[in-house]
């Protein structure tokens, strides 16, 4: 099995360009948690013209709802949930800089444009594995929308953070990929 | 009979153990399921990701963390024994307790809102409980932790009869396919077939109960379980959805006598983690 590409953020078009959907990524750096309700906050504001809570450009977003920390503990379980559900919101993020997200599942056909024109990109983490993704946050702490508990907006340090590539600038989709290869249907 | 007494704090205690036993402990079931597919999965990157299950596993259980950030919306499912008298307390509130101070004392998340005004109650609560009278002086407690990843992908139609064997197959498997990766696949399939709209989501939910690699005593039924479990495998959606052999781990059916202008069909989607635990008072 190939090797992880090493990803630093903020993202840049530069590294953006070398991510190919299939690669396997560690990412190291600072990433925000967001989810449904925190998404909805931030589409709000932007139609206001309000200023965002956090600054979007060049950033990941990971679709996350980690469980509380235990005492010493910097988070609990957390692993990505399921990514569609952003859809809605996705390419207005996107066109205000937003360039990465993590989550869990394939992406509406909305996402999958605004990730090409805009050149962003779209990382699975492995759902259901959110004891042994916690070992990858080694910072967290609540930047927007305390009263989301949750929900609320997390700026997390990460390190060795594992994902693979799954939407990239050029338009592949690895879950379109990834079945056909192994689908054995007749169909007819 | 005699009348037996069971104490309603006995029951809190006990639902908050099966919580944070179900949240953090990987059920043997599915360790074996996991380690038996790794064998027969043609995909390398399952065969990663499958590792990975097992690696969460052994550090969720080491550390008592949940397995999961979704630790769920908790289904109980109660049988009562005829005989049995509910003494010191509200049998549903001594539930409800035993949820929330489970979701507190192990800091589990707490998922559970208002529908409309999504105003978290911060306890996870109230769990969606289902009762059933059986003969007897005992009572069984089963605790589900319910992700919604999964719970979101399930489905109910009323057929027409017309709709036969074939409809029903086609139905399944067409949803298993939309679903893809977002039920956490390699998932548990949960059918309910017959009975009304309400009841056939309830025995595709307790289908799930079962173990993995559990049948149907009745053989036309665990047949058609097993078509339904090669078929799908053969769809190529694989763990997480990345492509591969193990798309579900298996496929539950239960039926119920319908009515004669229905073929009612509940799909339940589980997740890998397939989380469940009991207890007999």
Do not use: F, H, M, W
């Given at each position: 099995m190939q090797t992880a590409v090493s990803v630093t953020t903020p993202l840049t078009d530069g590294i953006l360009a070398k991510l190919k959907t299939g690669n396997r990524v560690v990412i190291n750096g600072t990433i925000y948690s967001a989810r449904d309700a925190a998404h909805k906050r931030l589409v709000e504001s932007i139609h206001k013209g309000e200023q965002l809570p956090i600054d979007l450009k060049g950033q990941i977003i990971y679709y996350v709802g980690p469980t509380p920390p235990k005492?010493?503990?910097?988070?609990g379980a957390a692993g990505p949930t399921t990514s569609y559900r952003m859809d809605p919101y996705t390419p207005l993020l996107i066109e205000h800089g937003l360039k990465g997200m993590i989550g869990k599942g394939a992406r509406g056909r909305d996402v999958i444009a605004a990730i090409k024109k805009h050149k962003a990109v779209y990382f699975a983490a492995i759902g259901g594995a959110g004891a042994l993704i916690s070992?990858?946050?080694?910072g967290a702490r609540i930047?927007?929308?305390?009263?989301?508990?949750?929900?609320a907006i997390r700026q997390m340090e990460v390190e060795n953070f594992s994902a693979i590539v799954v939407n990239d600038i050029f338009g592949n989709d690895l879950y379109q990929e990834g079945r056909q290869r192994y689908c054995q249907k007749v169909t007819g | 009979m005699a009348r037996r007494e069971i104490q309603a704090a006995e029951i809190t205690q006990t639902v908050k153990r099966l919580c944070i036993e179900a949240n953090t402990h990987l059920g043997s079931d599915v360790i074996e399921a996991i380690e038996k597919s790794c064998a027969e999965e043609k995909s390398p990157v399952g065969r990663d990701i499958l590792r990975q299950l097992l690696e969460n596993a052994a550090i969720a259980k080491k550390e008592d963390l949940?397995?999961?950030?979704?630790?769920?919306m908790v289904v109980v499912f109660v049988e009562i024994g005829q005989e049995v008298h509910i003494a010191g307390g509200d049998l549903n509130e001594a539930i409800n307790s035993g949820v929330r101070q489970a979701y507190k004392e192990a800091y589990?998340?707490?998922?559970?809102?208002?529908?409309?005004?999504?105003?978290?109650?911060?306890?996870?609560?109230?769990a969606v409980i289902h009762m059933t009278l059986v003969p007897g002086t005992k009572l069984k407690l089963t605790v589900v932790p319910k992700g919604f990843g999964s719970e979101n992908m399930s489905r109910v139609v009323l057929f027409p009869p017309s709709a036969g064997m074939d409809g029903i197959k086609e139905f399944i498997i067409q949803l298993v396919e939309e679903a893809g990766p977002n039920p956490c696949p390699p998932i548990v399939v949960g059918v309910g077939i017959g009975g009304t709209l309400e009841k056939a989501a309830l025995i595709a939910k307790r289908s799930l109960l079962r173990p993995i690699g559990g049948r149907h005593p009745d053989p036309a039924i665990a047949g058609l379980e097993l078509e339904l479990l090669e078929e799908i495998n053969k769809l190529g959606i694989g763990r997480q959805g990345l492509g591969g052999t193990t798309t579900a781990f298996d496929v539950h059916v239960e039926t119920y006598p319908t009515h004669i202008g229905s073929l009612p069909v509940a799909v339940n989607f589980q997740c890998h983690c397939a989380r469940h635990k009991e207890a007999i008072l």
């Open positions: 005492p010493n503990a910097v988070i070992k990858s946050i080694k930047v927007a929308y305390e009263d989301l508990g949750t929900e | 949940p397995l999961c950030q979704d630790t769920g589990l998340r707490a998922s559970t809102l208002d529908p409309l005004t999504r105003q978290n109650y911060g306890d996870n609560t109230p």
